[in-house]
């Protein structure tokens, strides 16, 4: 019987130690835990409030996607087209081909969105009539129309050498893979 109660004292104390121990490395786990929490909460709250934040510029920028374009990106994307269309312009084109140009410009002086813009190429052409004679000649009065309208804006003038044309308009140059014919 004395034997049985140093076996179960020693059990009893051995019990105690590895009770505090594992009390001492449960509270030391409870704080790691309780630290890690905190940090892994704040994380979540970041990532979400960036996911927020992305998903609010997501959606600002498609509502910016779908409005009209200003004034300036019209007058951008239209001189864009003016520009390549001239570039892709026939050497030596046809009479259908000439009479289809005239009446592209015509329409686009009597259609275009912008009124103020609309007056100014409707006289522009009235004085200036294009000449679709050949893609160098429309290439050369469609920059022209451009530099005026620059110059009346403080922008700066382009250069309607046709090989500067033709690198900006028809094939870019080495910047977008092509070369210009003296190159």
């Known amino acids: 019987m004395r034997m049985m109660r140093a076996v179960v004292r020693e059990r009893t104390t051995t019990s105690k130690s590895e009770l505090g121990e594992n009390l001492a490395s449960s509270s030391s786990s409870a ?20 996911g927020r934040e992305e998903e609010e510029e997501r959606i600002l920028n498609a509502a910016i996607a779908t409005c009209p374009l200003s004034r300036e990106d019209l007058g951008t994307g239209t001189w864009g087209l003016l520009h390549t269309i001239a570039a892709h312009f ?19 002086g009597d259609l275009y969105p912008c ?34 309208v620059n110059a009346k804006l403080g922008k700066p003038t382009l250069d309607c050498a046709l090989k500067t044309l033709d690198k900006r308009w028809k094939n870019g140059g080495a910047r977008c893979g092509g070369s210009t014919p003296s190159e």
């Open 31 to 50: 704080t790691e835990t309780a630290r890690d929490k905190k940090e892994n909460d704040a994380a979540r709250v970041q990532k979400a409030t960036v």
């Open 90 to 108: 026939p050497e030596k084109p046809s009479t259908v081909e000439k009479v289809q140009a005239r009446r592209f410009f015509d329409a686009l």
């Open 115 to 148: 009124t103020v813009c609309k007056e100014d190429f409707r006289r522009d052409i009235d004085e200036h009539p294009p000449d679709v004679s050949s893609r160098e000649a429309l290439s050369a009065w469609v920059c022209e129309r451009h530099n005026e």
